[in-house]
């Protein structure tokens, strides 16, 4: 079992243009599309979270279930759904504004162990962020590597939100020695101000960077950069794209038995390439239609691993 620790929410996606555009609601946060494209593509998946007793919380819970996602680990608790108001901008990427005050998912807690099935364990975005949950996540960052699981972080930079850059960018570097693959993209790797060789002489087997429509690199331990192009696709946003290579590579790596940082360097050029492309079509099919609707198994047929 694959299990997704971090934030669910609702986006607030504009139905038009200008700054008054219809917002409508959609089931969001940078885990929480992970744990449901894990679920579409056939990987036994569980949800760690806390989530809102209220309607954007129960309809949260509702889309993971549907994913056939294990929703037993989710915590749950009085308080509002986090909300992210997004903007599209003429090219389909989306940014965002947060609305995180007193919101359930802030007020996350260890559970007391993880299912006995878990072989890895998938962490980012704003869980990683907000107190007093993301010493939490951080907590259980680090159980879980102690136990010799599977880590897996995408910090998911969300910049408007990180009071204190210098500080993140420590805690970051200290998350490190307990990450097996660390994935983030070109944009987040500039801001946070490292370089591959840097990040994987602390702790992860490997990295892999997101290019956007310019496709995925993977830099490993030994030295090996692999690296495939984008699949050209007519993009109608953005959102969930990241979180879907996530989703991708981690269960092409379930799928091959290579949930571990020995197998991440036993991969080789056919297994990286291979497994790197799957990931580029997953996030093409989520670009190509409205908000974070990821793909299903029946989709991705014919990209063997």
């Known amino acids: 079992m694959i299990v997704v620790a971090g934030e669910a929410l609702i986006d607030l996606v504009p139905q038009g243009t200008g700054a008054l555009a219809a917002l409508q609601p959609a089931l969001g946060g940078g885990p929480y599309n992970t744990a ?4 579409r593509l056939g990987s036994a998946t569980a949800f760690c979270s806390r989530a809102s007793d209220d309607a954007f919380g129960e309809a949260l819970l509702e889309g993971l279930r549907r994913a056939g996602v294990d929703v037993s680990l989710v915590e749950r608790g009085p308080e509002p759904t986090t909300l992210a108001a997004a903007t599209i901008d003429p090219r389909g990427s989306a940014s965002y504004s947060f609305y995180v005050e007193g919101t359930a998912d802030r007020l996350f807690t260890a559970p007391a162990g993880l299912p006995a099935t878990t072989r890895a364990v998938s962490f980012g ?3 990683l962020v907000l107190e007093p949950g993301a010493s939490a996540y951080e907590e259980l960052m680090r159980d879980a590597a102690g136990q010799g699981l599977f880590t897996a972080l995408d910090p ?3 910049a408007g939100l990180i009071a204190d850059p210098d500080a993140y960018r420590a805690r970051f570097k200290s998350w490190l020695p307990s990450v097996t693959l660390l994935k983030l993209s070109e944009e987040d790797a500039l801001w946070l101000g490292g370089t591959p060789h840097e990040w994987l002489a ?3 087997s490997a990295v892999v960077i997101t290019h956007g429509g310019d496709g995925l690199s993977a830099f490993t331990r030994d030295g090996t950069v692999y690296s495939v192009p984008g699949e050209e ?3 109608v946003d953005t959102i969930g794209a ?3 290579v996530n989703a991708a590579l981690l269960h092409g790596l379930a799928a091959q038995d290579a949930l571990s940082a020995e197998a991440l360097l036993g991969l080789g050029a056919d297994g990286w390439t291979g497994l790197l492309r799957f990931a580029a079509r997953a996030a093409a099919i989520t670009c190509s239609r409205a908000g974070a609707e990821p793909p299903y198994a029946s989709e991705l047929e014919g990209f063997a691993l």
């Open 202 to 204: 602390a702790g992860p």
């Open 125 to 127: 975005t704003l869980s």
């Open 36 to 39: 449901v494209a894990l679920g």
């Open 242 to 244: 990241g979180d879907t």
């Open 233 to 235: 696709v007519a993009v």
């Open 156 to 158: 998911n930079i969300r």
